[in-house]
């Protein structure tokens, strides 16, 4: 391995602050990090990282995610979902690994799933459109 292979770019890394509330669909094709309140949908070929001040309510859609704080919504993982101490939970789970510190609240149902089955759901997930403007809007992830 070369030694700048675990270099990351911090200029790839969309970011919510504390003090910031926003509302509406995030696609992104790098990793995120929520530290203030989000309402919407999140939808990322990365990492999404849950501050422990944040506040999510809505569906994420994520390659993989580390969560600290509060999520409200469905969230769709396609490597590792971590739950950490101190975290909140409210609604399903689908990952293909997961792990759940003591400390750690989650109210909703978990399914194991494969990576091919979230690569469907990511790229469902970043088709979703209206018909009149083509813009992107939030749609509800399918959990079972």
Known sequence: MAKNDNIVD???????????????????SSDIRIDGK????????????????SEVKGDVIARSADVWGK??????????????????????AETVRLSVETG?????????????EFEKKLKAAKGVKTQDSGKMQPGKVATA
């Open 38 to 53: 989000f309402e919407g949908m999140i939808v990322t070929e990365g990492k999404v990282l849950i501050g422990e001040s």
């Open 104 to 116: 750690s609240a989650f109210n909703g149902s978990c399914k194991m799933i494969t990576a091919e």
């Open 71 to 92: 999520i409200e919504g469905n969230v769709v993982i396609g490597d590792a979902l971590s739950l950490k101490d101190g975290c909140s939970l409210a609604g399903n």
């Open 10 to 28: 911090f200029n790839e890394i969309s970011r919510l602050s504390a003090s910031t509330e926003l509302k509406g669909t995030m696609i992104s």
